[in-house]
């Protein structure tokens, strides 16, 4: 089955195809490192790792791209609050990012890029706007003249801000030909970080620094651009705007893909809202495995609202899992599911090629696991399709160590007291086998035994 992807630019579900055979360009937009990531953040960038992961299994070669932030009106003005330089405090928080991606197993970025390292293309690229007559200058900076872009608002189907937009850098200057128009490049400002260049001295505005990171790498077009919903507008508009202006080619992006917010009380969890957790809070009350089965098991498109109730949930899943993979005989040859696993591969596979569908791929494996149970005749092959699924999902726990020959032979010494009636031997037993670390369930589908 071929890969379909729902593209925000045309608003419908398009067939997968890179500019150059399986080669795969791909960038999502980074945080701005001023403050700790929250789970909004930790959505976002955990949906996109999965996409990357089964982009690559699926044989495509990426090259997958993030931007860091690291200078802006907010770094500056937090910097000075906590009495630190901008420097400082973007190197602190840029290492808290790594940090948290990392205890997320958000691991599929092959490059990084800063935008401070990226001073001279920024430059470049407003010098090829200035010459083209689509930028201008006015008392505070550089700026690009919308009026000059007819297809200002075909990404996001209008050119007027609303609440949900990321609206924290909105540039205002009483001297701009329109409303709408933003910042390039911002002269300096006495105490703000700023860089000598033809343009004057001064630093980049917000949206340049995406086109100019992404043209030093991909050139002026490239396959997929991701980010947040909230980035539509004005700043993916903005990056079009730029790009397309400056190079004279279209599209800058053939995939657009935007994740959906995660919310608490109804409302977009955010930083200005002050209803955010930061990832390091989360990390405290929930292990990894249980915040990526929780973000996974929702459509990557969908909002999520977030609540104790809804991990829970996630937890108790995760659980049934566990339980699965703990119950497999990891030395029985059981070829008789070799056709069920790539039945239920297939069934994957196809529900991950309509536009990443982890839900609907997620009740596959749920289906596989009961089904597997009612025989319980899980072996080896059972196994190596679940490492191969975890490859992908990577909230998998296959620690469970050999049951040791003390609890088997108690074990046993309880099923020969049940079929004698001899209940409260059995009983007995059961708790001796706790006493020893390991809790043993008789459930529907057979004997389950797990460490405690």
């Not at 297939?346 to 997620?362: M, Q, R």
């Not at 080896?380 to 726990?397: A, G, I, P, R, T």
């Not at 007995?428 to 369930?441: F, M, P, Q, T």
Request: glycine share 6%; charged share 35%; proline share 3%.
């Amino acid at each position: 089955m071929t890969l379909k992807l729902f593209n925000t630019l045309g608003r419908k579900l398009e067939l997968f195809k890179p500019i150059k055979g399986k080669k795969v360009n791909f960038f999502v937009c980074g945080p701005t490192v001023y403050d700790y990531s929250h789970l909004g953040h930790a959505k976002t960038y955990t949906q996109f790792d999965f996409i990357v992961r089964f982009l690559r299994k699926s044989g495509f070669d990426i090259f997958y791209l993030q931007n860091i932030t690291d200078m802006d009106d907010k770094i500056i003005n937090r910097a000075k609050e906590k009495k630190l330089t901008p420097k400082q405090l973007t190197e602190e928080f840029e290492k808290i990012y790594m940090e948290d991606m990392k205890s997320l197993h958000n691991t599929s970025v092959t490059k990084y890029a800063r935008a401070t390292d990226y001073i001279p293309q920024i430059v470049k690229q407003v010098n090829q706007l200035v010459k083209k007559g689509y930028a201008y200058k006015i008392s505070d900076g550089y700026y690009f003249d919308l009026k000059k872009f007819p297809d200002y608002g075909k990404l996001s189907g209008r050119t007027i801000l609303q609440d949900e937009d990321a609206v924290s850098r909105i540039d205002e200057n009483e001297e701009k030909r329109n409303n709408g128009d933003f910042c390039l490049w911002k002269l300096y400002k006495e105490g703000e970080p700023s860089w000598e260049t033809e343009l004057g001295k001064g630093r980049p505005g917000w949206h340049i620094e995406d086109t100019a990171i992404t043209e030093s790498f991909f050139g002026p077009q490239y396959d997929v651009h991701g980010g947040a919903v909230d980035l539509i507008f004005p700043h993916h508009e903005a990056e079009i705007a730029q790009i397309e202006a400056a190079s004279g080619k279209k599209p800058l992006v053939r995939y657009w893909m935007h994740t959906g917010f995660l919310n608490i009380n109804s409302e977009k969890m955010s930083k200005s809202k002050g209803n955010f957790f930061t990832i390091r809070e989360a990390l405290k009350n929930h292990d990894y495995r249980t915040l990526r089965y929780f973000f996974l098991s929702n459509h990557y498109r969908m909002p999520l609202n977030y609540a104790p109730e809804f991990l829970d949930q996630a937890k108790h899943s995760l659980q049934r899992i566990d339980d699965f993979i703990f119950s497999i005989d990891r030395k029985k040859d059981d070829k008789e599911n070799t056709k069920r696993i790539e039945k239920t591969r297939t069934s994957i596979i196809n529900s991950l090629n309509e536009d990443i569908n982890t839900p609907i791929a997620l009740a596959s494996l749920f289906k596989f696991i009961r089904d597997i149970n009612k025989e319980g005749n899980s072996g080896k092959h059972v196994l190596s399709f679940m490492k191969e699924l975890n490859e992908l999902f990577d909230f998998m726990n296959f620690e469970a160590e050999e049951i040791p020959k003390e609890i088997k032979e108690l074990i046993s010494k309880r099923d020969e007291a049940r079929k004698r009636k001899d209940f409260k031997k059995a009983d007995e037993l059961r708790n001796e086998i706790r006493s020893k670390g390991y809790l043993i369930d008789d459930s529907e589908h057979g004997l389950l035994v797990k460490k405690a």
